[in-house]
């Protein structure tokens, strides 16, 4: 049995109650060491042989994996934020399942989390914006033509982008063609939750300055929308006048 654990957005007590556990448990971790706190290591036992994933393909990974499992050994494989998301997850769950080896996962505090908290921000706010859209730049990674920055910011709602910090040339002018007006909010969160965490607050038009005057490259989210300015409805659930299935309102 594989345990894929969340290892959460930086902070080293971010990570689940389950996921330290497990840490602390195993013979064999496998970390992301590009993103991953190595401060997270610190749960592991004396003797744990630990391996960084930066420095392997999925196959090394996997035959890792394959030894743990072989040799009757706790194995931990250590992705940053939660697995579901740029984690490279399925490809090794589908090699995993080749090889006849069981396997859990253990989600974490996604980094797009650690980074509303860094802002002390609602992605979702009543007449603002309902949804986030959680999506990238292509890059040398592609990305569907259904899905391209432009069609997505058409949307004007809270937009996360992962991965995209050196693209954002191209990714503003994309921003900006699918509907955002050079005006409209937007962040730069650098290493959410870790020690050196920092904020840069600015707009969809001032993006790229603002990256390139903090020399900001990568280790960052952006955010953009409405959700970052001041005005906002109040929500119906707390309004003392709603009536709803665990409370009566009033007219006041
Ligand atoms: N599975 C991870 C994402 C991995 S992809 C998660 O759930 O967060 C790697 C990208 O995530 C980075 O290029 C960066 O855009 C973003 N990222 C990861 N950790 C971050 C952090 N602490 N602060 C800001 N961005 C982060």
């Not at 957005?9 to 996921?19: E, K, W």
């Not at 080749?98 to 396997?103: F, K, L, N």
């Not at 980094?111 to 292509?138: D, H, W």
């Not at 955002?180 to 600015?202: F, G, L, M, Q």
């Amino acid at each position: 049995m594989i345990h894929f654990v969340g290892a959460g957005s930086g902070a080293a007590d971010l990570i689940t109650v389950r996921g330290a556990k497990m840490l602390g448990e195993a013979d064999v971790i496998i970390y992301a060491g590009s993103l991953v706190n190595p401060a997270l290591l610190d749960y592991a036992k004396e003797g744990c042989e630990i391996h960084n994933s930066a420095h392997m393909t999925l196959e090394q990974v996997v035959a890792v994996e394959r030894a743990a499992e072989e040799a009757g050994k706790m194995c931990v494989r250590l992705h940053t934020g939660d697995p579901c998301l740029y984690g490279a997850h399925r490809e090794q769950m589908d090699l995993l399942d080749e090889a006849g080896i069981e396997y859990e996962v253990v989600p974490g505090v996604s980094s797009f989390c650690g980074a509303a908290a860094a802002l002390k921000a609602e992605y979702t706010l009543p007449n603002v914006s309902q949804s986030v859209i959680i999506t990238r730049m292509e890059g040398r990674t592609p990305v569907p033509d259904g899905e391209k920055l432009r069609l997505m910011a058409s949307h004007g709602c809270t937009m996360v982008l992962f991965l995209s910090t050196s693209l954002l040339d191209g990714a503003v002018e994309e921003l900006l063609a699918g509907g955002y007006s050079p005006d409209t909010p937007a962040a730069i969160v650098y290493k959410a939750t870790w020690p050196d965490e920092k904020v840069w607050r600015c707009t969809v038009g001032t993006l790229v300055e603002t990256a390139r005057e903090a020399g900001v490259k990568n280790t960052a989210l952006i955010t953009i929308g409405g959700f970052l300015g001041d005005a906002y409805d109040r929500s119906k659930l707390y309004d003392p006048a709603f009536t709803h299935m665990f409370r009566k309102g009033t007219d006041e």
